[in-house]
Structure formats: C-alpha cells, structure tokens
C-alpha cells in the first residue's frame, strides 16, 4: 500500500518535472525518498558545477539554503526553489558578514578563504571560496600564485575543524573562526575505536568537519562524493562511514557486495531531513519557495565562486 502510494507520488514529480523544465538536485544527505527521485546527487561542489550547467529553466535544490543561494549565484536567469526554506546550516550561521568584515579589518592583508557552508552576504566577502574536495588545493593554489608566498596570511571561516585539516595538510597556519558542524563534532573517538573492534578488516572514512581526534584515527579524510568514490575503488570489502548518515543509502546502492557501518546513528543533520517528496510535489505545483541572491550581494559573491571552480 506504501510502495503504490510512493510510486504515484514519483509519477506525479516526474510528470510535473517535465511539465516545468525542471530538474531536482539532491545532496548526498538527502533522504532515500529524495534521492531516489533526484536527477543528479552529489556533494556540494558537484551540485554547483551542475547548477551552472543544466539548460533545465528552474532548480529544484533539495538540500541545505547555502547549497540553493550558491545555485542562485551560479544560474541568476534559472528560477532556484526549496521545498522547504527552513532547511539551513547551522554552521553557516555561525557567522555574519559583519563579523567577517571585524575579523578582516584586524587582519587586513590576509586573503579571505571561505567554505561553502556560508550565507552569500558572507560569500561576498570572500576573496575565494572553497569545498571540503578542494579547500587544500585552494589554500595550496594561494601560496603559490601569492608575491608574499609563505609570508600572507590567510583567514579561513566559519569551520575550525576543517581549518584545522586544511592547515595540517598544507603547511599553513591559518587564521580560523569559531564555528563547526552540530552534526559531525557528534562523530567521537570511541566510536571509531569501537567500530573498528566490531570490524577489524574495515577501512574508516571521515569527512574534514569531523573533530581532529576523529580525523586522526582514518584512513581517508574526503567530502562526501569523494567518500563515494573512495567505497568504489577500495579493495576494502567493509567501510566505517564518518559522516551524517544519509551517505550511506547512496554507498549500499553503489556497492552492493560491500558492508557500511556508520561510525554513530547520531550523525543525523536534522535540516537535510526536513525535504520530502510531498514537499519536493508542493514545490514543483506551486514553484516555491524561491531563493534569489540580490544582484550586488550575487555579483561580489560570484568572483569568489568562480575563483574556486577555475582552481578545481
Ligand atoms: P560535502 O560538500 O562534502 O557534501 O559536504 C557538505 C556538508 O554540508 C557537509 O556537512
Ligand atoms: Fe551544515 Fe553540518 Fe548539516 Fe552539513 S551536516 S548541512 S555542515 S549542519
């Protein structure tokens, strides 16, 4: 009965999806009922670069508000809707763009490196933006292309943890802001510890949001596409996941010989969960809610997003 009535519903939004010139993009945290009816999934840089390429006329962002913002930077001509506009970040919101602009004044030649987990009034604060795939090569590619070389300085905001990776991986100290994942830093030690007891043949994965004791303990730190890739090409028949949950409906679907063990069934990001495919057919029906970044806001913002995609 369940099945025939989530059948009707996936006919319902692929009708309606062809109707407007639609197409629906998932994260990777989504809920299996979204992801199973998403033409593309994939993590934030990729949901991005395919924003920015499809000839689809709206946007149908299932996913986190900075996600759909950064499409509507992408794509101003493409009509971007949530089905639901109360999934945020909290991580996002750990900073404002006031606070960024304090934290700039008091360093004021630092360059300004930003994740993708920002608002875009933030975003246009930026003078590059980053992924959790590319945030190393973005620093690396500062250094590099900089006349102050090893000298500069660089602010990277809001996530400490992932600045924290970032700076053992290249070198760098970095200048980090107080913010972090609710839904990661849940991920602890033990954890990992006591699942590679359960599984001592199991290969752990982590995203670079997890806690440093919990990014000690893995065997690969990657963003969640490349978590993807990583169960693929792995001779590792069992994969610990250190990472939200919802990853792992996509990973058992890509593999199905190979064993996932999230690292805790805590690691719930309770905002992605807030899409359904009820909503994603409100959505679809009535073309709302729609995000629409302000022209100057946007156009501030877009350098440091193109900045990015033209390094990765
Ligand atoms: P990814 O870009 O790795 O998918 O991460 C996005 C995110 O919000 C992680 O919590
Ligand atoms: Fe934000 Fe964390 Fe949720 Fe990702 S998992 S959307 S960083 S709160």
Redesign the pocket.
Known sequence: MKKEYSDNLEKKIDELKKKRNAVILA???QLPEVQDVADFRG???ELSRMAAKTDAKVLVFCG?HFMAETASILCPQKLVIMPDLFAG?PMANMITADQLKKLKKEHPKAVVVGY??TSAEVKAELDICC???NAVAVVNAIIKDSAEGAKEEIIFVPDKYLADYVSKQTGRKLISWNGF?P??VKILPEDIKREKKFHPKAKVMV?P?CLPQVVALADAVL???KMCQFARETEAKEIIVG??VGLIHRLKEDNPTKEFYPATERAV?PNMKRTTQEKILWALEELKEEVRVPDEIRSRARIAIDKMLEII
Request: glycine content about 0%.
């Open positions: 994260h990777n945290y993590d934030s840089l986190v970040c993708v987990n992924t959790s795939t994942c839904t990661h995203h949001e963003s969640t596409s990472t939200e990001c």
